[in-house]
């Protein structure tokens, strides 16, 4: 606790300062976040610092396995927070994000990992159509299983936010995008879901596409 109570204290002293008339300005008017993302718990993502985005600017969602339940088959925390965040928010992006070494895609494929937790076997059951899509592990590296598991559950929860009402409001009206990416924690890049071509682009390399048609990863370097 500490380091984080001195964390608070440094922000106060040195920051916030800077940002007065920024929090001033989000406290008078609201905020008027553009994009809003799903993303994972994983404390090795920090979202403002990987953007570049600071107060007011992202709506994040986080939960383990940036898991989304479909509209009406569970209404809780992550239905509400999406829900909210369309109807009342001028958002235009809604970005699910995913993660290289993901504990709870790693669950969700090993599922005697995660024998004494009830709660997280249910809610990654959210997830278990990613597990048969990619079908049986099909190489001797867990890891790349893995990558697997985590692109294809980042493409399963774009389907289940299509099934909120306020989506495909959104969606009908050309006011809201869509965009599924994964974060690879090992090398600081972004690569989004191109649908049309069924495959994963770097967002920081666009000339030289780095992962084939199938959508895979390239190996583990
Ligand atoms: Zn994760």
């Known amino acids: 606790m500490d380091k984080i109570i001195e964390g608070i204290r440094r922000f106060r002293r040195d920051t916030y300062p800077q ?9 008078k008017s609201g905020q008027k976040p553009h994009a809003l993302v799903i993303g994972c718990s994983d404390s090795r993502i920090a979202f403002e610092t990987l953007t570049g985005c600071g107060p007011g600017e992202l709506f994040i969602v986080r939960n383990a396995g940036n898991i989304i339940p479909q509209y009406g088959k569970y209404m809780g925390g992550v239905t509400a927070s999406i829900e909210f965040a369309i109807e009342r928010l001028p958002i235009r992006d809604v970005i699910v994000c995913g993660h290289t070494y993901c504990g709870a895609m790693a669950a969700l494929l090993r599922p005697e990992s995660a024998e004494d937790m009830p709660a997280v076997q249910k809610w990654i059951s959210f997830a278990r159509q990613a597990k048969r899509r990619i079908g049986k592990e099909h190489t001797a590296v867990f890891d790349n299983h893995l990558r697997e598991a985590v692109a294809e559950n980042v493409k399963l929860q774009l389907e289940h936010l299509r099934t909120y009402p306020c989506i495909q409001k959104g969606m009908n009206a050309g006011s809201i995008r869509l965009h599924g990416w994964v974060y690879e924690i090992e090398n600081g890049d972004v690569v989004s879901y191109d649908e049309g071509g069924n495959r994963w682009l770097s967002l ?9 048609v199938s959508g895979r990863y390239r190996p583990v370097e």
């Not at 940002?19 to 406290?27: E, I, Q, R, S």
């Open 19 to 27: 940002l007065k008339p920024l929090y001033d300005d989000l406290v």
């Open 204 to 212: 920081t390399e666009p000339e030289e596409p780095k992962r084939d």
